[in-house]
């Protein structure tokens, strides 16, 4: 069986509280690995991320803080370690983030990689760190090589396995993993998946971080207009048969963005069989 692992996003209103705690009670008929739950630039959402997490830990699953170090001392960093570690947290999905807007400085952390051998040095084999993975190349990367480079460097650090940014060329997801092992990676990289439910959405998502989405699949999701029935069909259809091809081609796992809903996680799993 595929091992299958969800993203979660810290909700915003009481509401979205409920509708997650929802959406993860149907999620896990799943058995997911991991529950991940992200962390906004410079650690805004820090305290509905660690909520979450405890949430996710009270029922009875791991779950797994997104944790960014850019702009944060040692200092904050090793109290926050402290704090995991006494939450019962043992995986954490660790990235060197983005700047706050008006933010002077990077603080002692440039790098992702910084962060984990900073993880490794102070807590040993404490936690599994999950780390980014961009096979289609980082938006800020300066060429393909160099981003190829700064992920090894993650690794090398101390990083125990990887999950990639979403994509739906999965020749990227191949290539990527192939030249990374050429550089010595033998970690787990896991395909990130992000389920089809919305056409302008997803067409926006992927402009603002750099996912590319073919031509084709561009043109089909516009010609559907507001048919949201069409789009969901066919947004299963693609994804699916990507989930298809990666399992084919053998990879580790897959990680889903579900946007904090359980359906279209659910409807794609079904599909591959990956659940009754």
Same mark, same amino acid.
């Given at each position: 069986?595929?091992?299958?692992?969800?993203?979660?996003?810290?909700?915003?209103?009481? @509401?979205?509280?409920?509708?997650?705690?929802? *959406?993860? !009670?149907?999620?896990? *008929?799943? #058995?997911?690995?991991?529950?991940?739950?992200?962390?906004?630039?410079?650690?805004?959402?820090?305290?509905? =991320?660690?909520? =979450?997490?405890?949430?996710?830990?009270?029922? %009875?699953?791991?779950?797994?803080?997104?944790?960014?170090?850019?702009? *944060?001392?040692?200092?904050?960093?090793?109290?926050?370690?402290?704090?995991?570690? @006494?939450? %019962?947290? !043992?995986?954490?999905?660790?990235?060197?983030?983005?700047?706050?807007?008006?933010?002077?400085?990077?603080?002692?952390?440039?790098?992702?990689? /910084?962060?984990?051998?900073?993880?490794?040095?102070?807590?040993?084999? #404490?936690?599994?760190? /999950?780390? *980014?993975?961009?096979? /289609?190349?980082?938006?800020?990367? #300066?060429?393909?090589?160099?981003?190829? !480079?700064?992920?090894?460097?993650?690794?090398?650090?101390?990083?125990?396995?990887?999950?990639?940014?979403?994509?739906?060329? +999965?020749?990227?997801?191949?290539?990527?993993?192939?030249?990374?092992?050429?550089?010595?990676?033998?970690?787990?990289?896991?395909?990130?998946?992000?389920?089809?439910?919305?056409?302008?959405?997803?067409?926006?998502? +992927?402009?603002?971080?750099?996912?590319?989405?073919?031509?084709?699949?561009?043109? #089909?999701?516009?010609?559907?207009?507001?048919?949201?029935?069409?789009?969901?069909?066919?947004?299963?259809?693609?994804?699916?048969?990507?989930? @298809?091809?990666?399992?084919?081609?053998?990879?580790?796992?897959?990680?889903?963005?579900?946007?904090?809903?359980? %359906?279209?996680?659910?409807?794609?799993? !079904?599909?591959?069989?990956?659940?009754?």
């Amino acid at each position: 069986m595929t091992p299958i692992s969800l993203e979660f996003f810290p909700p915003k209103t009481p @509401e979205g509280v409920t509708k997650l705690a929802a *959406a993860r !009670q149907a999620l896990y *008929a799943l #058995r997911p690995t991991f529950c991940s739950v992200t962390y906004g630039a410079g650690g805004s959402t820090q305290d509905g =991320t660690l909520q =979450t997490v405890q949430a996710i830990l009270a029922e %009875g699953h791991a779950g797994a803080p997104h944790f960014s170090c850019i702009g *944060a001392s040692e200092d904050a960093i090793r109290a926050q370690l402290q704090r995991f570690a @006494e939450m %019962g947290v !043992q995986r954490i999905v660790a990235l060197r983030g983005d700047l706050p807007s008006g933010y002077g400085g990077f603080g002692q952390f440039r790098y992702a990689s /910084e962060l984990v051998a900073f993880i490794r040095a102070e807590t040993g084999d #404490r936690f599994h760190l /999950e780390v *980014a993975a961009y096979p /289609e190349m980082h938006p800020q990367a #300066r060429s393909p090589q160099a981003d190829l !480079q700064a992920f090894a460097a993650k690794v090398a650090a101390g990083a125990s396995s990887a999950i990639t940014q979403f994509f739906f060329n +999965a020749d990227a997801y191949f290539r990527f993993v192939e030249e990374a092992r050429a550089l010595g990676v033998n970690v787990p990289i896991v395909p990130g998946i992000m389920p089809i439910t919305n056409a302008s959405g997803i067409l926006r998502f +992927a402009d603002s971080c750099g996912a590319d989405i073919p031509r084709w699949i561009r043109l #089909r999701l516009q010609s559907f207009g507001d048919d949201s029935a069409s789009i969901k069909a066919f947004g299963l259809e693609v994804v699916g048969a990507l989930c @298809e091809r990666l399992r084919a081609g053998g990879a580790p796992g897959l990680h889903f963005y579900t946007m904090n809903q359980s %359906g279209p996680t659910l409807a794609l799993c !079904q599909q591959l069989g990956l659940v009754s």
